[in-house]
Nanobody, 122 residues
Framework: VQLQASGGGLVQAGDSLRVSCVVS????????MGWFRQTPGLEREFVAA????????LYADSVKGRFTISRDNAKRAVYLQVNSLTSGDTAVYFC????????????????WGRGTLVTVSS
């Protein structure tokens, strides 16, 4: 299973951005998908997750109300809409996949993409 994240870039504080992740797996619609982020020297941090149907989502408290996770099973893609960005959101954003329930733990996810860098300048 290959995951390819894209859509990162350099933005200003307060801006919005959408990062995307396309999955090679033809059974994408059975995968729970998650987004994590990581800054140098820190552990990978959970951001959001979504069930295979898209019917349920889970967010980290730090992003609730600002970030939205969604998916398009026909396109085998998962998205993270990020709004009202702050310098604290600067990180490499990773998409991840697992077979199973929603989880906030990185070790529960089996498949990982290479990440896309989001840099927020103030």
């Amino acid at each position: 299973v290959q995951l390819q994240a894209s859509g990162g870039g350099l933005v200003q504080a307060g801006d919005s951005l959408r990062v995307s992740c396309v999955v090679s797996e033809s059974t994408f619609n059975i995968l729970t998908m998650g987004w994590f982020r990581q800054t140098p020297g820190l552990e990978r941090e959970f951001v959001a997750a979504i069930t295979p149907s898209g019917g349920s989502t889970l967010y980290a408290d730090s992003v609730k109300g600002r970030f939205t996770i969604s998916r398009d099973n026909a396109k085998r893609a998962v998205y993270l809409q990020v709004n009202s960005l702050t310098s604290g959101d600067t990180a490499v954003y990773f998409c991840a996949a697992r077979v199973g329930f929603l989880s906030t733990r990185a070790l529960d996810y089996t498949y990982w993409g290479r990440g896309t860098l989001v840099t927020v300048s103030s």
